[in-house]
């Protein structure tokens, strides 16, 4: 069911030179960041003009990687910034996202925009309002499918160190280092592809996980002594941040990145959530092991989505109702949790 057709995407990008937006996911991981940055280098081979958009803040620690100076995040005191880019766009790119939602303040732009839209992604599901998609739900990451797409448009050549250090983060973070269930004797060809290419993996590895904030690292010591709550009988275990402990640990864009799986590594653990409350929102991200099916239980309880292992979400209750709510649909999923 993949619908992996470069063919489709040359169609798009050729012959003549595009003003093209790409545009990510609210709350831009490493995998949304990388892959929309290994597709601007490429495409500014092909002598289009590209710009990046995200529609919030990106993490600290991806500051680094190679072109991130071009990258514009969405201001809502200046909309139109972002608003006129997209509505002039010739084409736009949505990396690492299929479902408007997603682009959150932009989502209404992107639709209404003139310009052909193409998706990129490997979330379950992807709604239908591109022209082109380029799509694989079995994929590691966005980063890994712009390289299949690279190279089939024969442009190898084009992967230099910089290029590559982008896609090898992007796989990097969404296969937390190599190790989901999705990663497939590919992923690992594709990662050696890059090393071909030169790039210092243990740079990367210290600015990604050996960069931490000291106040991060107070955050989560707080929090696993003070915020977490295992519920055994149900395999379960959840950590939650209240708007006082964002304050108090001076929270910042990324910080929490990584917490709700020291909730899951616990013995017997097969379900982990972080509830976060945080500028007077409540998001969740859940993660699982198995054949237990987050992303549908986001969706269902969360207004969410995701990957079967990892997804997330938002509430619009407050922490406490959140908090009873992720309960109650833990209790009402005893049967496949405790399997
Ligand atoms: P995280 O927990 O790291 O924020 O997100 C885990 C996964 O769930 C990512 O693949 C992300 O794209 C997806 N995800 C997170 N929040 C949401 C959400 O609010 N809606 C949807 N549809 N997916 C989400
Ligand atoms: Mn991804």
Redesign the pocket.
Known sequence: MPIQDPIAIQQEIEPAAKQIVIIT?T?P?GDAIGASLGLATFLRHKSHTVKIITPSAHPAFLNWLPGMESVCCYNPNKPTEALEVISQADLIFCVDFG?LQ?AEQLGDAIKKASARKIIIDH?QEIEDFADTVFWNPQATSSAELVYELIIALGGDQYIDTELAECLYTGILTDTLCFTTPNTTPRSHVIAAELLKKDIDIAKINTFIYGSHSLSRLKLLGFVLSKRLTVMKAHKTAYIVIKAADAKYFNLQTGDTEGI?NYALSLKGIVLAALIKEKDGKISL?LRSTGDIPVNIWAKEYFN????KN?????SHLSLEETVRNFEDLVKAKHSILSQ
């Open positions: 996911h709350r991981d479902c997603r979330h709700v991200s969410g989505g995701g990957h990892a997804a997330g979400g938002v």
